[in-house]
């Protein structure tokens, strides 16, 4: 009989940073040999994307500049879980009808992606959507959203786009060889309420507590 897997349990937890659409927190974390280690783990809202496709099996694509790369990346329509209460794929639609004007009759849930566990909570569910409709894109203010392109490129493109390197965005990179993989059988994908079990949480905790007053989000640090 194999002896019970650890359980890594935290010893202690401090809040480094709390922003806007992230915080950082210090873990003390206890090893399987008794030694104590601590793990930085940033905290993410939580995140979800949209590969829409057309019925010439065209993915919507988006041009963005991403501040930290100092460059325009290729990626799918997406948006942070940042609205309090906001069911994803409520969210889902918003992203797609803001940042590409479209509308969508079926949806489901195509792969789920953590980018960066060893650091981050950071979670992602790319939706497929089809049965697209034009809708109006609203305003979109003077930040990078404002100044976004859109295209449609083939699926057999967009793959050739992903081993090429011209796509580097990890969701994105998830989103394109999902939805190739799916394209000869569109039913096997998820329902779009498929369970999320790594859907972070503690961002959002933190939001409410901090919003509740100081000495709540004191207490819970």
């Not at 041009?63 to 609205?83: C, M, N, T």
């Not at 069911?87 to 940042?99: F, N, S």
């Not at 859907?199 to 933190?206: C, I, N, S, V």
């Amino acid at each position: 009989m194999s002896a019970p897997r650890h359980d890594f349990p935290v010893r202690s937890s401090k809040v480094i940073y709390a922003g806007a659409v992230m915080a950082l927190r210090a873990d003390e974390v206890v090893m399987p040999g008794g030694r104590v280690a601590v793990r930085e783990v940033l905290e993410h809202p939580g995140a979800v994307a949209v590969a829409a496709l057309d019925d010439d099996d065209r993915v919507m694509m988006i041009h963005q500049y991403r501040h930290p790369v100092r460059r325009r990346l290729w990626e799918l329509p997406a948006g942070l879980l940042d609205i309090d209460g906001e069911d994803p794929l409520e969210t889902a639609k918003r992203e797609l009808a803001e940042e590409a004007g479209l509308a969508a009759a079926d949806w489901s849930t195509l792969v789920d992606v953590v980018p960066s566990p060893g650091f981050s909570d950071e979670s992602v569910r790319v939706y497929l959507a089809r049965g697209l409709s034009e809708v109006d894109r609203p305003e979109m203010g003077d930040d990078e959203e404002s100044d976004l392109s859109t295209r449609w490129v083939s699926l057999s493109v967009a793959v050739r786009m992903v081993l090429s390197g011209t796509i580097v965005n990890g969701v994105t990179v998830a989103g394109v060889l999902a939805a190739h993989a799916l394209a000869g059988a569109p039913t096997a994908a998820r329902p779009a309420d498929a369970p999320w079990p790594d859907r972070p949480t503690r961002f959002a905790e933190r939001r409410a507590e901090a919003a509740d007053g100081p000495d709540r989000a004191d207490a819970a640090t």
